[in-house]
């Protein structure tokens, strides 16, 4: 098996042409980021295995929200390494619980996912074509702190997302 930060392979995979991206849109390195994901699944009694950091690093690396099949796929051809979807579903399943991964239902009965690590972000989803697409937009969550504070309610996360045709499908 090879190791993990050895190689530039990810440079040359693609994905619907979009391809797997080097410099991510986080403000943290891979290394940093699965030295202390280890060390948070260590402090909580859990066991790290090859493949829990082999998802991360896909996921990391990956310009898309990924389904657990591509995920499987892209482990496969991409890194050589066998994992079975039941080990992905777990493994996302236990990322979601750490907060670590979000998962997006496209409409397309296969969730997408991506890690919750980077800078805020919502998504406008495409029902026709599945497409996602992220955004940032101040004036929205300056109106949902609004309206949390007319509420009196207390904000603990929120996820936003805008299901309706992109601009190839309309």
Known sequence: MEDL?????????????????????YEVSFESFLENFKKSVSKLGYKNSIQK???????????????????????KSLYKIDMGIATVYRTIKFLESMSIVNSL??????????????????????????????????????????????????LKDHIMTIYGLCEDCQ
């Open 53 to 75: 950091d082999y998802i991360l690093k896909i996921l990391y690396f990956s310009d898309e929200h990924l389904s657990a099949e591509q995920i499987v796929n892209i482990s």
């Open 105 to 154: 239902d496209v409409g397309d009965s296969a969730k997408r996912y991506e890690l919750d690590i980077s800078i805020h972000h919502d998504h406008m989803i495409c029902t026709n074509c599945h497409k996602i697409i992220e955004f940032v937009d101040d004036l929205i969550e300056e109106q949902q702190i609004n309206v949390v504070k007319k509420h009196k309610f207390m």
């Open 5 to 25: 930060y050895s190689n530039n392979k990810h440079l040359s995979f693609s994905c619907n042409n979009k391809g797997i991206n080097l410099m991510r849109k």
